[in-house]
């Protein structure tokens, strides 16, 4: 029985989802039917394409899309990142009490050897993707998974040694401060939530962008401190 009405109820919230997006206007023919647009003609890919180097000077169109065109997306996503570290901590959070001691195999000489030797290089390596995100392939995203990459393996082979959870929670909460911070300013500055108020600078420079460089070095600390966060989880309930 309760098979069947999670079935029912899964298909009124699907026929709603069906109402809301059936009369939405998506691209450019939408927008010419809902008159949202004067123009008769849009393509929002060319555009992006043509202004948005002379718009932001970032030499990485993507990333322009990513942090500014669409850049409140781009804060939901770290958002469900952060709700998902949360719902890990707090099923987890319960049953550290009752864990047994830890009886796992010790790491080989090489793993332990090797989380001494490689975890600065991961840390810069991580650092160096998310600081030039706005310059090439790579991102906030990408550098916070290098990061928490870096704690992985202090984990597996420096086991005697801790995550600081304080101090994750602490970078993630500023992190995410941050972000919010530079949309708002930007609603204060311009009128416009994640307006890129600063100077755009020389194309292809490392300062360049306006606030892209900032978001993406927010977002890289984050995703880091978030994954490393629910690494550390994982790891206790090891323990």
Not at 38 to 50: A, F, I, L, P, T
Not at 60 to 87: H, K, M, P, Q
Not at 190 to 195: A, P, R
């Amino acid at each position: 029985m309760r098979k069947q009405i999670s079935l029912l109820l899964l298909l009124i919230v699907a026929a709603g989802f069906a109402l809301c997006l059936a009369g939405a206007p998506f691209g450019a023919e939408g927008a010419r039917e809902s008159r949202r647009l004067v123009k008769d003609n849009v393509n929002y890919g060319r555009r992006y394409v043509s202004k948005g180097l002379d718009e932001n000077r970032c030499a990485n169109i993507v990333t322009s899309v990513v942090l500014n065109y669409r850049g409140f997306d781009t804060l939901g996503e770290v958002t469900i990142l952060f709700i998902a570290a949360l719902g890990l901590g707090a099923v987890l959070y319960g049953r550290r009490a009752g864990a047994s001691p830890d009886e796992a195999q010790r790491p080989s000489l090489i793993l332990s050897t090797g989380c001494r030797l490689l975890f600065p290089l991961i840390m810069l390596v991580g650092i160096y993707i998310f600081i030039h995100g706005h310059l090439s392939p790579g991102g906030g995203f990408q550098g916070g998974a290098v990061i928490a990459s870096g704690f992985l393996l202090i984990c597996l082979g420096c086991r005697k040694k801790k995550l600081n959870s304080v101090a994750l929670g602490a970078a993630e909460s500023l992190s995410g401060l941050a972000f919010v911070l530079l949309a708002l300013i930007g609603l204060a500055v311009g009128g416009s939530f994640l307006l890129n108020f600063l100077p755009t600078g020389k194309v292809y420079a490392l300062f360049s962008g306006g606030i892209i460089p900032l978001i993406y070095i927010a977002i890289g600390v984050k995703v880091g401190s978030e994954l490393s966060g629910i690494i550390d989880n994982l790891s206790g309930e090891v323990r």
